[in-house]
């Protein structure tokens, strides 16, 4: 085989953002909109990726120089995973690589980790080395770590798993859970939001309250834990409950924005069962829990107060070969 394709989904934070990076649990999702890598071997050593979505057509970069050097933006998470796999099992070969993306960069859907994961299992498969699903997630959370310095895995281990997972960070959980029935709304706010910052700014704010912070965390973390129980049983009631529970606390950490509030206090005016930011906050998507049979009404509630409505399904299968 010279040749290969992959696949992987984009995510979404469902519950217990902020606390994940911290050790306590969270759930998540995995969306249909897909991230597809095709990678070749070629004679020359060197890595030759083309990313037309990110504008990328032909970077060239020596393998012996990957990691070195001034690294653009747009090609990091390719370049690094790369790196990361070709030094871990000492691959001998040129690369040619290409990229095509479903999902868009701009709601915080986790383009990057599943860019990085289907890099990671595209060079796996390639080489023969039979990676299992853990040893892909560990390298592809190296090299997101590598680049982004935090962050809690759930999106690598949401673009390797696929469906929902309960998850812990840095993978020391990775529980898949069903989703047959859980039906969301997505609502973007319209705003571009940077993970690494809010994280930074929910640390600076609560410099002189960290006790504060810890409880917040624990409650999340308790939160996550109850929801668990709930999603399991498909108790979309009281699981929506949870999540408003959890929108509270994020509130309090500072990191749901004017616009974001509106459009979740319109889905819980319109009945849906729960609503809340999803993912770092500060911009990006709000979630809304709903029966179907108020499917229309919270969408409609939404788009009135300025939100998109993104449409997506969750539950979508994990990094496959295509
Ligand atoms: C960002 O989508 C969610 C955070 O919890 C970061 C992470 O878990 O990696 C803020």
Request: proline share 2%; net charge positive; hydrophobic share 40%.
């Amino acid at each position: 085989m010279n040749k290969i394709t992959v696949s992987a989904p984009g995510k979404l934070m469902l519950m217990g953002e902020h606390a994940a990076v911290f050790g306590h649990p969270c759930l998540v999702a995995a969306v249909d909109q897909r991230m597809r890598v095709s990678v070749e071997f070629i004679k020359e050593q060197i890595l030759k990726l083309h990313a037309p979505d990110l504008k990328v057509r032909s970077y060239i970069k020596s393998i012996k120089e990957l990691g070195n050097g001034d690294i653009p933006r747009e090609v990091k998470f390719v370049e690094m995973a790369v790196k990361n796999i070709v030094n871990r099992y000492s691959l001998k070969s040129g690369l040619k690589i290409i990229t095509k993306s479903e999902i868009s960069s701009q709601f915080g859907f986790g383009s990057s980790s599943a860019v990085t994961v289907c890099v990671v299992k595209a060079i796996s498969e390639l080489f023969n080395l039979r990676l299992s699903n853990k040893e892909i997630f560990d390298i592809s959370y190296r090299t997101v770590l590598d680049i982004q310095g935090k962050g809690s895995g759930f999106d690598v281990a949401t673009a390797v798993y696929g469906g929902a997972l309960y998850f812990k960070n840095g993978g020391k959980v990775i529980e898949p859970l069903s989703t047959s029935s859980l039906s969301l709304i997505v609502g973007y706010s319209g705003i571009k939001a940077d993970t690494v910052a809010l994280i930074d700014k929910v640390k600076k704010s609560f410099e002189s309250k960290q006790d504060r912070l810890d409880d917040i965390y624990n409650e999340v973390g308790s939160l996550v834990d109850q929801a668990k129980g709930a999603f399991v049983k498909m108790d979309w009631e009281s699981f929506g409950s949870f999540m408003n529970k959890n929108q509270e606390l994020l509130k309090e950490l500072g990191v749901s924005t004017d616009k974001l509030n509106d459009m979740i206090n319109a889905a819980i005016k319109s009945r849906a069962y729960g609503a809340k930011i999803s993912g770092a906050g500060g911009g990006d998507c709000m979630i809304a829990l709903v029966d179907e049979v108020n499917r229309k009404k919270v969408c409609d509630a939404i788009k009135n107060v300025g939100g998109e409505i993104i449409k997506v399904k969750t539950g979508a299968e994990g990094v496959r070969i295509e």
